[in-house]
């Protein structure tokens, strides 16, 4: 087995093997950590350690080759919300903390289904208050579809008892209230991302 292929299986990496990996020297990638551009970890004897999510999410959002092809994509999360300034509001607090995933957004039904048939999402951030969008139907139509197991729903609004529980019957993972606290939610996608990117 070749040094690439046994660096593919594995799921946290040194600065040393990061540094093999994108070509660099470990006091880059250790700059890289330092100025926030790569995530990373401290084991407790004073080691840094990065994920491999946070890897692949790092080399994706810059472009560079890695020895990762069963991924072979950045995280993909979805907002679909009628209200466009709220849209592109999260889609903003999202992409602040986390630039490595790519975003897309749709501003009704028939959009969000063409964009998730598109690509393979992680995440889809779904509006329950909005005229243009049937959260339920778009959320039924999800988790029915053939990688909608996969796909983790979180929904806005539906705070309302009935409105809830029909919501997390359809196959939402999480209701969170309105207004939305951006940090809450960002948390929150983060955490999903990670934990489904620590299952793949």
């Known amino acids: 087995m070749s040094s690439a292929e046994k660096l593919s299986k594995k799921n946290v990496f040194t600065t040393f093997e990061v540094a093999e990996i994108c070509d ?13 551009w790569l995530r990373a970890y401290r084991t407790p004897g004073g080691h840094r350690r990065v994920r491999k999510e946070a890897l ?3 080399l994706e959002s810059r472009d560079m080759p890695h020895p990762f092809p069963e991924k072979g994509g950045v995280p ?10 709220l849209a592109d509001s999260l889609k903003e607090a999202l992409s602040l903390e986390e630039p490595g995933y790519d975003i897309a957004v749709a501003h009704d039904g028939f959009r969000a289904g063409v964009l998730y ?9 779904l509006d329950l208050n909005h ?10 139509q999800i988790k029915q579809g053939e990688s909608g197991g996969e796909t983790v729903v979180l929904a806005l609004g539906g ?42």
């Open 131 to 140: 005229s243009s969008v049937d959260g339920y139907e778009v959320c039924r």
């Open 56 to 58: 692949l999410a790092f």
């Open 24 to 36: 660099v020297t470990p006091v880059t990638i250790q700059n890289w950590i330092d100025k926030g």
């Open 117 to 125: 048939s598109a690509a393979h999402t992680d995440v889809v951030i």
């Open 76 to 85: 993909r999360v979805l907002i679909v919300n009628g209200d466009l300034g």
């Open 159 to 200: 705070v309302d008892g009935d409105e809830r529980k029909r919501i997390l019957e359809v196959g939402a993972a999480h209701c969170l209230p309105k207004p939305v606290d951006a940090v809450g939610l960002r948390n929150l996608v983060k955490e999903v991302i990670l934990n489904r990117w620590r299952s793949a």
